[in-house]
């Protein structure tokens, strides 16, 4: 019976090729017993600069990406508005009074290397960005191949519980047609910035009700796929944590969360750590907040170099809590949290990250940031 460890490894192994020369000789990925990756990926994470069809196709024309994440999207859309849905770059502890909101650096080098934002989620829906995949994938069907290998997509989505097992259904039927579609399932129970919503990933009632969901939904559909590889992976975007407890509470849920499949064990595939820090505030020279916010304060979602520490621990913590019981040992964390450069990526992966996302970064460098972050 395959692992559930050779799940969401394999399938990232099969973009390995491009990440091999990436990482070659100069891996720093830890080959154990427990851990046999030997090199990992780079990815983006969910975030305004995956948004539309030509953003995902750069990104998945990258011969540095080893998966390509969409903006969290929901069934039916989010309606985005730029007066009160902000992101902006700053230094850590504040903005310039004039830097621009919604903008990317002109200039990396003379950016900050941290950001503020209180978006919300994509405007495109889940079913758009099947389409988009779909249409992006066709132009190697159709030879006028971007890239022969088959690179996974992550579509990171949101919405309520039932909401979750429909939007698997829908990735799962979407695999089902393409068998060289590597599609996987990022659940994001972290966005810090709906007002009068909280993160349902502090709340274990809530974080236990979607994994039963998801459960449900990947044994509903598992039976359908024509290879064992289409089976679409599933992951959960968790927030930054502060304290003991409750990495061990959302380990304990994904224990209880077991797969259907006899032999394997959480139904979760993969972790990614972590979203950005909620309840943040940066200030302008002038004393303002740099931001809006739908709730009028300009609290946001820390993330960026300023986040990085805190998501290296992260990583780090809830990689050893999953490492002590056999039905988690396998799920892989995916780090994420102020990574932008190749020692970014190698602090993720001596920690235990088997592969290593960014978002911040990829609005400050574009996409030539996985290059840097390969270390070529
Ligand atoms: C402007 C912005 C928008 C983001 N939007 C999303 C989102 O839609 N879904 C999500 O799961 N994470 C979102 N994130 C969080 C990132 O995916 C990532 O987890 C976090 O920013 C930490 O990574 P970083 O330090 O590399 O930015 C967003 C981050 C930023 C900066």
Redesign the pocket.
């Known amino acids: 019976m395959e692992r559930v460890q050779c799940k969401s490894r394999r399938i990232i192994e099969e973009r390995i090729t491009l990440s091999r020369r990436e990482y070659g000789a100069k891996s720093s990925s830890r080959p154990t017993e427990k851990h046999p990756i030997t090199v990992t990926i780079t990815n983006?994470?969910?975030?305004?600069?995956a948004t539309s069809i030509e953003q995902i196709a750069e990104l998945y024309k990258s011969e540095y990406t080893g998966a390509v994440?969409t903006?969290?999207s929901l069934l039916e859309g989010f309606a985005e508005d730029p007066s009160v849905h902000q992101?902006i770059y700053h230094n850590g502890a504040s903005a310039a009074t004039n830097t621009a909101i919604n903008t990317d650096p002109k200039d990396p080098s003379t950016s900050g290397a941290?950001?503020?934002?209180t978006?919300?989620?994509?405007p495109f829906t889940l079913s758009e960005y099947l389409g988009h995949i779909n249409e992006i994938v066709g132009q190697r069907h159709l030879g006028t191949s971007i890239t022969t290998t088959k690179k996974p997509f992550i579509l990171?989505v949101?919405g309520t519980a039932d909401e979750i097992a429909m939007a698997y259904a829908l990735i799962a039927n979407a695999a089902e047609m393409d068998e060289d579609l590597r599609l996987c399932m990022?659940v994001?129970l972290?966005?810090p910035n709906i007002h009068g919503l909280p993160p349902p990933a502090y709340d274990p009632t809530q974080l236990a009700e979607y994994l039963e969901a998801i459960s449900d939904s990947k044994a509903t559909y598992r039976g359908r796929m024509t290879t064992p590889d289409s089976v679409p992976r599933v992951g959960i975007?968790l927030p930054p944590y502060t304290y003991t407890t409750q990495f061990e509470t959302v380990v304990a849920k994904l224990l209880a969360a077991k797969s259907s499949e006899p032999g394997e064990g959480s139904t979760i595939d993969f972790v990614?750590c972590?979203?950005?820090l909620g309840s943040s505030l940066i200030l302008n020279d002038d004393l303002k907040p740099a931001v809006n916010s739908e709730a009028g304060t300009g609290i946001g979602?820390l993330?960026?170099?300023a986040?990085?520490p805190l998501?290296l621990g992260n990583v780090a913590t809830i990689r050893r809590l999953l490492d002590q019981h056999e039905d988690t040992k396998n799920i892989l964390v995916i780090g994420?949290?102020?990574?932008?450069d190749h020692a970014g990526v190698q602090r993720m992966q001596s920690v235990g990250a088997g592969a290593v996302?960014?978002?911040?970064?990829?609005?400050r460098f574009g996409v030539n940031v996985f290059k840097i972050m390969s270390g070529a």
């Open positions: 983006n994470s969910a975030s305004p600069w994440t903006r969290t992101y941290s950001t503020l934002n978006l919300g989620y994509s990171s949101t990022e994001n972290s966005c975007k990614t972590t979203n950005t979602g993330a960026g170099a986040l990085h998501a994420v949290g102020g990574v932008e996302g960014c978002a911040s970064a990829l609005g």
